[in-house]
Structure formats: C-alpha cells, structure tokens
C-alpha cells in the first residue's frame, strides 16, 4: 500500500495539503492557545501520537511476513525527505523574518502577522508538519526495530533517530508545561523572598522555594585606562580605541601619542581633598572605586607632562578624569563584571533549608527547580544589595538529556563502526 504509488511528487503534495490545512486552521481559528500542549492535554497528545506509531508497526509487522509492501510509505525515503524538506522551509521562513510573541501580532492587519509568519511556532501548519514529522521519524525507529541485527551501524542508526525522535517529542511535550520565574531578592530584606513573577502571565505568584541573599559578590576585569575627545566623549583613535589594562602597579603603555605611567593603583578607594587637590585613599565601604595615580607624557612636541588621580566612579561617587589637553583627556572605563555570584539561603516547603551559591552560567538544581544568577543592580555595579534570579522547572527535561545521550553514543557508534567497501 502506497509505496509504489507514492513517490516525491505525491510526498509533496502530501506536505502542501497540511499546509494549505494549517493555513486555513491559522485564518479561521487564530494561533494555536497556549495551553493546547499543557498538562493534561500533552499526555493525551503524546500517548496518542505512541499508540499511532505502535499500530502502525504491529499492521507494518503483517504485511512484512506476507511479504508485502503495504503501509511502507511512512518509514520510506521519500516521507522522511518530504517531511524534513517541510519543516526545514518553514524553519528557513522563520529565519528570514523578525519574530514576536502570538499576543503582539493579535489584530494586526498584516498578511505576515495574519498568516502567522511572525509567530511561526504558534502556527497551526508549523504544528502540523512538527507531528508529520514525528510520526515518520518514530516510525522509521519502530521499522529498524523490527529488523534490528546484531550490527554497530544498525546500533548505531536506532540510537540515533531514537534520540531525535526523544529531544524533538520531549522538547513539544514541555513546550507549555515548563514554569519559568524571575525573582529579585536583596541582603537588607527582612524575610526570604517567596515571590516571582511568572514569564508568560507577568503576575506575581507564590513558589513552593524561598531565597534568602546573604552576599553578593562580583569579580570585575581590570580597569582601562582610555583617551577620548572632550567635546564629543568617544574614545580614539574612533576607528579602534585604544586602552591600556591596569593589571598591576607600576607599569607603563602608550595610548594615541601618549606615553601613560601608573604609579599607583587602589583597587577600593575614595576621593579626599588634600590642600589644594584632590587625592585617593584607601576605602573599603560602599561606593569604593577604582583608582590609579598616573603621569601621562606627550610623544610629540611640544612635550607635556600630566599627572593625576583618574577614577572610574560609582553610584556614590563621581568619575574623575585627567585633562591632558583641551580636546583631550585622560578617563577610566566602566569596571566589567568577569563573574559574579550570589551567597544564598534556600528554604523549601517541607521546611528544608539549605545554603548554595548561584554563579552565572553555572545554575543551580534544587527541589527540581534550576536557579540561574540572572541580573543585579547595575547602577551600583559591584555595590549592589540586589541580585536577580531566573527559576525554571521542566518535568520533560530528562527525556530530552536522554535523546541528546542517545545521539552523542550514536556518533560515537557511527565513528566506529566505518561503511563496508564493495571489493571489486
């Protein structure tokens, strides 16, 4: 049945009738709801999708011991081309223009944002060819079953597609059931922060965790000493600044004809008035800034000498600049933050309580829920009392780690396992 009557003409055809379906789906019924994948709906959904691909391999199973060809189609090259050939357009559609959320293009007039070009993955037609392509992929995995033989390629070929088909089900499956919170907490609250507010509704909601910020710390790069032009603020040369790190003290560079010597520099310090100038000591408190002491020489003639504190400020206290001409002068860059982390207490529901530090890029599993080190205050840089929190729970995230397990083994088996030569 349909494999010989089927080939790629058909197999597209099959594509443009499920757009052409979506399409009509997209005008007349709008996006697809947001909780059309939510729990319960996704159980259902996904079972349905399984039980689909297990009556097709028990029907597949019978016609193969009768030596039939019927219902080949769906594990045959032609659907697995037709199928990925569909969504590999739409996806290089989706690439090609600017997306936005489904609730921002809602009433727009637009063709693009009618036809929900611009919110492709709320598209009914995207859906529709995600679960075409599902249903191939999952039966071309249950067909090599079927006819599985001790071999590393077969092996490797199962593991494989039996990954894709796990990340790409998973991945739908937790489309709408995955929760994600943003929460600001700070080291003068008086109570652990309960709170977050929830990424899709923006409402305020209570979570079954609590944080407690302890220290907030930031490690910063060294400070850059930089020349830019009085009138307009920008660093020179325009083309490519330059600057000179302060890694150490003493130590000396040139920046766009001047020779700049750091003498001295104070990593946390403040300014104080000294007779007729202004000078930098060594503070510790809030608002401390960085500061070095330099002696800046001109390399052309006239030759000038300036000397002077220069400081990059904070949010108590101003920047300081060192005038080396009257266009030019002499500044300290932004401090960048390299790392920084958060110092926390987590309390849980059950009356668990726990301590952890939460640093970027690097987040932190507890009670199901991954905490990511977010924001902080950016105003008061390494100062800040707050820090800013991402929460994120996702039930189906350890059938998609298995499918990635499952293709990096199925690599692996590939690499091993070379294709045989025809000895001629």
Request: proline share 3%; no cysteine.
């Given at each position: 049945m349909w494999q010989e009557r089927f080939g790629y003409k058909e197999g597209a055809l099959f594509i443009l009738g499920l757009v052409l379906v979506g399409i009509l789906l997209q005008l007349i019924v709008g996006p697809v709801p947001a909780i059309a994948f939510a729990y319960p709906l996704n159980i259902a959904g996904g079972g349905l999708l399984i039980l689909c691909i297990l009556l097709w391999s028990i029907l597949r199973s019978k016609a193969r011991r009768s030596h039939s060809?019927?219902?080949?189609?769906?594990?045959?090259?032609?659907?697995?081309?037709?199928?990925?050939?569909?969504?590999?357009?739409?996806?290089?559609?989706?690439?090609?223009?600017?997306?936005?959320?489904?609730?921002?293009?809602t009433g727009l007039r637009h063709p693009i944002h009618s036809l929900g070009l611009s919110s492709m993955l709320s598209t009914w037609y995207f859906l529709l060819l995600y679960l075409y392509f599902l249903l191939v992929l999952g039966c071309v995995t249950a067909d090599r079953i079927l006819r599985l033989k001790l071999r590393l390629r077969d092996a490797a070929f199962l593991l494989n597609h039996a990954g894709l088909f796990c990340v790409l089900f998973f991945g739908l499956m937790a489309a709408a059931d995955m929760q994600r919170y943003r929460m600001q907490i700070f080291t003068d609250a008086e109570y652990p922060e309960w709170r977050g507010i929830n990424e899709k509704t923006k409402a305020i909601e209570e979570l079954p965790i609590a944080i407690e910020l302890k220290k907030f710390e930031i490690e910063e790069y060294p400070p850059k000493l930089m020349v830019i032009q009085n009138s307009t603020g920008k660093p020179i040369p325009l083309s490519r600044p330059a600057h000179l790190s302060v890694d150490h003290a003493p130590l000396s560079g040139t920046i766009d004809g001047w020779q700049i010597e750091v003498q001295e520099h104070l990593p946390y310090s403040a300014a104080v008035i000294a007779r007729d100038t202004i000078v930098f000591r060594e503070f510790r408190s809030s608002g401390a800034v960085q500061s070095v002491r330099v002696r800046a020489v001109s390399m052309s003639e006239p030759r000038q000498v300036v000397s002077g504190w220069v400081s990059s400020g904070s949010h108590l206290l101003p920047y300081r600049s060192l005038t080396l001409t009257d266009s030019l002068s002499l500044v300290m860059a932004e401090p960048e933050p390299k790392q920084y982390s958060s110092h926390v207490n987590l309390y849980a529901a059950n009356g668990d309580v726990d301590s952890a530090t939460i640093l970027v890029n690097k987040p932190l599993r507890y009670k199901g829920w991954y905490i990511y080190q977010l924001n902080y205050d950016r105003e008061q840089g390494r100062w800040s009392t707050m820090s800013e929190l991402e929460l994120v729970k996702d039930d189906w995230l350890l059938g998609v780690y298995a499918g990635i397990s499952m293709l990096l083994s199925g690599a692996i088996l590939l690499f091993l396992s070379p294709p045989k030569h025809d000895k001629s």
């Open positions: 060809r019927r219902f080949s189609f769906l594990s045959g090259y032609v659907a697995s081309l037709t199928s990925m050939g569909g969504l590999l357009v739409l996806l290089l559609v989706m690439g090609l223009t600017k997306q936005v959320t489904p609730e921002m293009s």
